[in-house]
């Protein structure tokens, strides 16, 4: 299994753009969850979703971003407008519903300027 | 879910045993324990979980002390490739979701 699948690797893109994240779960997963990692915040949960259905959004910083579900096997979280303090690393993570172990993707590294 | 507290930082010799501690004195009896590490550039990683009693896996042990207030993770013979960001974290068994709140870990250095 290519495990979780994230892209792309690294953004670097310039305030006021739009930026959009992409993941592919593990096939047969069925809970997804978008983080973000900053040095000042730590680990965050952003959203999660349980059969392509968002479950807990309330991690999600503001109106500017937005995640969608439209398959089990792809999610995407949006960014628009970018702003320099949205510059973090976004992991995706799934899991068979309520198990006990989340397998994490290699993380987006977004440098908004 | 509870909260747990864990050192910021600790340093091993490679090829030494390495206790990790961390202290949950609000658990819930329906808190498992979970332990989390975090390479260097890579997502975190899943090490071990228990709830009473102390667990064995090809990475580590668990430790859980008899009233759970506190457990320890414990990495049998260091390794470079250990150093890591290691996170405990509790989560209860009727959480609806499965979602992790991760706090900020304990950073290990692995001395060669």
């Known amino acids: 299994d290519a495990g979780v699948i994230q892209s792309p690797r690294h953004e670097v893109t310039e305030m006021g753009q739009e930026v959009t994240l992409r993941c592919k779960p593990i096939?047969?997963?069925?809970?997804l969850f978008w983080y973000r990692q900053t040095m000042m915040r730590g680990l965050e949960l952003l959203i999660y979703?349980?059969?392509?259905?968002?479950?807990?959004d309330s991690g999600m910083p503001e109106d500017r971003f937005s995640a969608k579900m439209p398959n089990a096997s792809f999610s995407t979280l949006k960014i628009q407008p970018s702003e320099p303090r949205d510059s973090a690393v976004y992991f995706c993570a799934s899991s068979f519903l309520r198990a006990e172990t989340q397998y994490f993707g290699p993380g987006t590294r977004l440098l908004v300027l | 879910d509870a909260k747990t507290t864990q050192p910021n930082s600790m340093e091993s010799n490679e090829e030494e045993p390495v206790h990790l501690p961390c202290n949950h004195s609000t658990i819930s009896g329906t808190d498992y324990i979970h332990w989390y590490r975090q390479l260097p550039s890579q997502g975190p990683e899943y090490v071990i979980h228990g709830l009473t009693s102390n667990v064995n896996n090809r990475m580590a042990s668990l430790a859980i002390a008899e009233d759970r207030k506190s457990s320890t993770l414990i990495l049998h013979r260091a390794t470079l490739r250990d150093a890591a960001v290691y996170y405990c974290?509790?989560?209860?068994?009727?959480?609806?979701?499965?979602?992790?709140?991760f706090g900020t870990g304990t950073s290990l250095t692995v001395i060669p």
């Open positions: 096939s047969g997963h069925n809970s």
């Open positions: 979703f349980n059969n392509n259905v968002p479950i807990d």
């Open positions: 974290i509790l989560r209860d068994i009727w959480n609806t979701g499965n979602q992790f709140y």
